[in-house]
C-alpha cells in the first residue's frame, strides 16, 4: 500500500488522465468493492450486535412491564383498602369488599405441607440416586425423574379431583379426624367433616408436582461435591449416613437450600394443580381438612366472572402480592444455586 | 462395640429412610401416571381426532380444543424463540462479562419459574383490556411469554458449550463476528438450540393458566386469532370440573394427550441434547 500510493499520486500529477483510467481501473474498483463489502459488512456486524443486546433489554423490559401493569391495574384496590387489603378477611362482591387474607392464608398454608413433605422425601430420592441406587437403576431413574417434572400441573389437578380427593375422603381423613379428634391442639387442625378436598389435599398434590424439582436439582447438587471428600470420609471409616450427614450436605448445603427454595416458588404460584382441590372458600380456618383458596385459585376461579372495576382490581392486586412473593423466594433461590455454581467451577 | 453397633444401627435407619423415600415418592408419580393411562384410554376414539366439543349429554371430541392449542403454540413458538434466542446470543457472544448479561441471567431465571398465571394477567392488561375482548392471539401471545425464558436460557447454555478454538479459528480467516456467530457458532450448537425450542413448546403446550383469561376458551370451531379460542387445558379444566360423565371422560383424555405430546418432546430433546453430549 505504501509503496502504490505515491506513484499514484506522481501519475495524477502528470495529468494524462485516459492513461490512468485505463491502467489503474481495475484495481481501483477492486479496492472499492472491498471497502464496500467491509464496510457493509461491518454494518450487518454493528446492527447484528445491537439486535441481540436490545432482545436481552427486552427480556428486562418484560419483566418491568409485568409489575408496573400489575401495579397499574390494581391501582383501583391500592386506593380503596390500603395496606387492610392484606389483612382483611371479606371477600364480598356485592358490597365490594375484599380482603387478601384467605387467599395469601391458604397459600401460604398449602406450601408449608408440601414443602414439609417434599423437602424429606426429595433430599431421600437425591441420596438414593447417588449414593444407594444400583448403577445400571441410576440413569432410568434421574431420567423419568426429569422427566416427572415437567409434565404440566394440570395433570396432578385431574388426578387430584378424580382419584386422590375421594380416596383422601374415604379412607384418610375419617381416621384422622377420630384419631385426633381427642388431642388438644391436633383436634383443630384435623376437626371438620371430610370433604376430601381443602388445604391438606391440595398441599400434598403440590408435594407432589414440586417432588421432582426438589428431588432432580438436589441430586445435580450433591454430584457437585468433588469424589476426593467422600473417598476421605470413606477412608476414615465413615458410614454412609455419617458421609451424607457431615461430607455431602454441609459441602452442598446452600444448593440443597437454593433447589428447595425453587421448589418452593413452585409451590406458591402453581395454579391448575390446586385450583381443582381446593374448595374455593373465602376464609381463614385453622382446620387442615377445610376447603380454602389460593391466591392463584381465586385468581383463576374468578377472574373471568369479575364484573366492576374493584373486583377486578382486588384479583389482579392478589396477582401483584403473588408475584412480590414468588419474586423474592425465587431471587434467594437463584443467588443460592449461583454461589454453588461458582463453587464447583 | 456398643459404639459400632449404634453408628451401624443409625446408618441402615438412615439408608432405609432413603430407600423409603425414593419408593414412596415414585410410587405416587408412577400411580398418578397409571391412572391418567387407565382413565385416559378408554375415551380414545377416532371421534376424538374429528370432532369438536359437544354440549354435554351429546357426544363429541376435541377437535377444535387441539387445533386451538396447534395454533397458540405455534405461533406463541414463533414469537418468543427469535427474542430468546438473540438475547441469548448476545450474552453468550457479545456481552460474555458485561453487567447486563449477569442482570438479563438472573432475571430470566426468576421468568423462568415465575407464577403463568401472573403472565395471564399481565397479558390480559397489556392486550385483552384494550382490545375489549379475549382473543387467541393474546393466548398466544402469553403462551411467547413462558417461551422465551426457556429459549433463552438453553442458548446461552448450547452457545457456551461451543469451544472457543471454533471461533478464534473462523475469525483469524477473517470473518467479522456477526459471520462467527452465524456460520459457526449456531451451526455447531444447532442440536442445542433445536433442544431449547423443544422444551419449550412441551413448556407451553400444557400451560392452562395464562391461557384462562387471554384466550378463555371456544366450544365451538373457530380458527379466527381475534376470537376466544379453544385449547386443550383450558377444555380440561372446564370439563374436569363440570358434573356431567361425557365431559369428564374427555378431560382425561384430553390429559392423556397432552401427556403423551410432552413426553414425547422432551424425551426428543433429550436425545438430540445427549448426542451432542457426548460428541462435546
Same mark, same amino acid.
Request: glycine share 12%; with cysteine.
Given at each position: 500500500m505504501t509503496t502504490s500510493e505515491p506513484t499514484r499520486r506522481e501519475s495524477n500529477g502528470t495529468g494524462d488522465m485516459s492513461d490512468m483510467t485505463m491502467e489503474d481501473a481495475a484495481p481501483r474498483s477492486a479496492v472499492v468493492d472491498r471497502a464496500k463489502a467491509l464496510s457493509s459488512i461491518a454494518l450487518l456486524d454493528r446492527i447484528f450486535f445491537h439486535v441481540t443486546r436490545a432482545a436481552a433489554v427486552i427480556v428486562l423490559l418484560i419483566l418491568g412491564g409485568v409489575i408496573v401493569s400489575l401495579f397499574h391495574g390494581s391501582m383501583p384496590a391500592i386506593k380503596a383498602f390500603g395496606f387492610g387489603f392484606l389483612f382483611s378477611e371479606a371477600w364480598n362482591p356485592v358490597t365490594d369488599k375484599f380482603g387478601a387474607l384467605?387467599?395469601?392464608?391458604?397459600?401460604?398454608?398449602?406450601?408449608?405441607?408440601?414443602?414439609?413433605?417434599?423437602? +424429606? /422425601?426429595?433430599?431421600?430420592?437425591? *441420596? !438414593?440416586?447417588?449414593?444407594?441406587?444400583?448403577?445400571?437403576?441410576?440413569? +432410568?431413574? $434421574?431420567?423419568?425423574?426429569?422427566?416427572?417434572?415437567?409434565?404440566?400441573?394440570?395433570?396432578?389437578?385431574?388426578? $387430584?379431583? !378424580?382419584?386422590?380427593?375421594? !380416596?383422601?375422603? %374415604?379412607?384418610?381423613?375419617?381416621?384422622?379426624?377420630?384419631?385426633?379428634?381427642?388431642? +388438644?391442639?391436633?383436634?383443630?387442625?384435623?376437626?371438620?367433616?371430610?370433604?376430601?378436598?381443602?388445604?391438606?389435599?391440595?398441599g400434598f398434590i403440590l408435594a407432589i408436582m414440586v417432588l421432582p424439582f426438589i428431588a432432580s436439582i438436589s441430586r445435580d447438587v450433591f454430584e457437585t461435591v468433588p469424589p476426593v471428600l467422600k473417598e476421605a470420609a470413606a477412608g476414615i471409616g465413615c458410614t454412609t449416613w455419617e458421609m451424607m450427614r457431615y461430607v455431602v450436605l454441609p459441602y452442598s448445603r446452600v444448593g440443597v437450600i437454593g433447589g428447595i427454595m425453587l421448589g418452593l416458588g413452585r409451590a406458591l404460584g402453581e395454579t391448575m394443580a390446586v385450583t381443582f382441590v381446593i374448595g374455593n372458600a373465602h376464609k381463614v380456618s385453622p382446620s387442615l381438612l377445610a376447603p380454602g383458596t389460593t391466591i392463584s385459585a381465586t385468581i383463576a376461579n374468578e377472574f373471568t366472572e369479575a364484573v366492576g372495576d374493584l373486583y377486578t382490581a382486588s384479583l389482579i392486586e392478589l396477582g401483584l402480592i403473588l408475584f412480590v412473593i414468588t419474586f423474592i423466594v425465587l431471587a434467594i433461590a437463584r443467588y443460592m444455586l449461583m454461589r454453588i455454581e461458582q463453587k464447583s467451577a | 462395640m456398643s459404639l459400632y453397633a449404634t453408628r451401624r444401627q443409625r446408618n441402615s435407619m438412615a439408608t432405609t429412610l432413603a430407600w423409603a423415600a425414593a419408593i414412596f415418592g415414585l410410587a405416587w408419580?408412577?400411580?398418578?401416571?397409571?391412572?391418567?393411562?387407565?382413565? $385416559? /384410554?378408554?375415551?380414545?376414539?377416532?371421534?376424538?381426532?374429528?370432532? %369438536?366439543?359437544?354440549?354435554?349429554?351429546?357426544?363429541?371430541?376435541?377437535?377444535?380444543?387441539?387445533?386451538?392449542?396447534?395454533?397458540? *403454540?405455534?405461533?406463541?413458538?414463533?414469537?418468543?424463540?427469535?427474542?430468546?434466542?438473540?438475547? $441469548?446470543?448476545?450474552?453468550?457472544?457479545?456481552?460474555?462479562?458485561?453487567?447486563?448479561?449477569?442482570?438479563?441471567? !438472573?432475571?430470566?431465571?426468576?421468568?423462568?419459574? =415465575? +407464577?403463568?398465571?401472573?403472565?395471564?394477567?399481565?397479558?390480559?392488561?397489556?392486550?385483552?383490556?384494550?382490545?375489549?375482548?379475549?382473543?387467541?392471539?393474546?393466548?398466544?401471545?402469553?403462551?411467547?411469554?413462558?417461551?422465551?425464558?426457556v429459549v433463552l436460557r438453553t442458548t446461552e447454555d448450547m452457545l457456551l458449550l461451543v469451544?472457543?478454538?471454533?471461533?478464534? =479459528?473462523? =475469525?483469524?480467516?477473517?470473518?467479522?463476528?456477526?459471520?462467527?456467530?452465524?456460520?459457526?457458532?449456531?451451526?455447531?450448537?444447532?442440536?442445542?438450540?433445536v433442544t431449547g425450542v423443544l422444551l419449550a413448546v412441551a413448556r407451553v403446550s400444557g400451560e392452562t393458566a395464562p391461557l384462562l383469561f387471554t384466550a378463555l376458551n371456544n366450544q365451538f370451531w373457530s380458527t379466527d386469532l381475534n376470537a376466544p379460542m379453544a385449547s386443550l387445558p383450558a377444555v380440561i379444566f372446564q370439563f374436569a370440573l363440570s358434573p356431567y360423565k361425557d365431559w369428564q371422560q374427555l378431560a382425561w383424555t384430553g390429559a392423556l394427550l397432552i401427556t403423551l405430546a410432552v413426553l414425547a418432546l422432551s424425551i426428543t430433546a433429550r436425545a438430540l441434547s445427549a448426542g451432542r453430549r457426548k460428541s462435546k
Open positions: 384467605p387467599a395469601i392464608y391458604g397459600t401460604l398454608v398449602t406450601s408449608i405441607i408440601a414443602m414439609l413433605i417434599a423437602m +424429606p /422425601v426429595g433430599i431421600g430420592i437425591a *441420596t !438414593f440416586l447417588t449414593e444407594l441406587c444400583p448403577h445400571a437403576l441410576r440413569r +432410568p431413574i $434421574g431420567i423419568a425423574i426429569e422427566l416427572l417434572a415437567g409434565i404440566p400441573s394440570i395433570i396432578y389437578g385431574i388426578w $387430584g379431583l !378424580f382419584v386422590f380427593a375421594p !380416596f383422601v375422603q %374415604t379412607h384418610v381423613q375419617p381416621p384422622l379426624i377420630s384419631l385426633f379428634g381427642d388431642v +388438644p391442639v391436633l383436634s383443630t387442625l384435623f376437626a371438620g367433616p371430610p370433604y376430601g378436598i381443602g388445604l391438606l389435599t391440595a | 408419580l408412577l400411580l398418578i401416571l397409571i391412572s391418567l393411562l387407565y382413565e $385416559g /384410554v378408554i375415551g380414545l376414539s377416532p371421534d376424538v381426532f374429528t370432532q %369438536t366439543t359437544p354440549p354435554p349429554g351429546s357426544k363429541g371430541g376435541l377437535l377444535n380444543a387441539i387445533v386451538g392449542s396447534l395454533i397458540m *403454540t405455534a405461533i406463541g413458538v414463533a414469537l418468543g424463540t427469535p427474542l430468546g434466542m438473540l438475547a $441469548g446470543t448476545y450474552m453468550a457472544e457479545y456481552g460474555r462479562y458485561s453487567k447486563l448479561t449477569t442482570v438479563v441471567r !438472573f432475571i430470566n431465571d426468576i421468568l423462568l419459574s =415465575a +407464577p403463568s398465571i401472573v403472565v395471564g394477567l399481565f397479558v390480559y392488561e397489556l392486550l385483552v383490556g384494550p382490545m375489549g375482548h379475549f382473543s387467541g392471539i393474546s393466548g398466544a401471545v402469553a403462551l411467547s411469554l413462558l417461551v422465551i425464558p469451544p472457543g478454538s471454533m471461533r478464534e =479459528a473462523a =475469525a483469524a480467516l477473517g470473518a467479522p463476528r456477526a459471520l462467527v456467530i452465524g456460520k459457526v457458532a449456531y451451526r455447531a450448537a444447532k442440536a442445542g438450540l
